[in-house]
């Protein structure tokens, strides 16, 4: 367990896959079932990332293990939802990842604008 987070150490889980922190990123803002997650996901990558249901249901459940993701008996109104979907949360422990995460690909670009591989204010 660190001693400034106060979670478990996040090194051995980095760098993460592309799919995991796209995940990461989708069940952010709130929770989500799995198609959602996929559109979130399309959209937010203007349709360059498209998950298939094998690699985010394999990404789900990998990331249920490491406790990155929980999920959740809360559901919308009856109406809104159909009864088949699982619902998805972020964890503290996984928003602690994906923040190491985002700070490691910060340093890779830091060290990639020092080489003069990407342009300044890029």
């Not at 293990?65 to 008996?73: K, N």
Request: proline share 7%.
């Amino acid at each position: 367990m660190s001693i400034e987070t106060g979670f478990a150490d996040t090194s051995p889980l980095l760098p993460l896959p592309p799919a995991t922190f796209h995940i990461l990123l989708a069940v952010a803002d709130g929770d989500r079932h799995g198609y959602g997650i996929i559109q979130d996901v399309a959209a937010r990558t203007g349709g360059e990332l498209k998950l298939s249901a094998g690699t985010l249901y394999r990404s789900i459940q990998r990331m249920l293990e490491q406790g990155l993701i929980v999920e959740t008996a809360d559901r919308p109104l009856p109406e809104l939802d159909d009864e088949r979907r699982r619902y998805y949360r972020i964890t503290p422990f996984g928003r602690e990842v994906a923040r190491a995460e985002a700070r490691r690909m910060s340093q890779l670009v830091e060290l990639a604008r020092a080489s003069g591989f990407v342009p300044e204010g890029a």
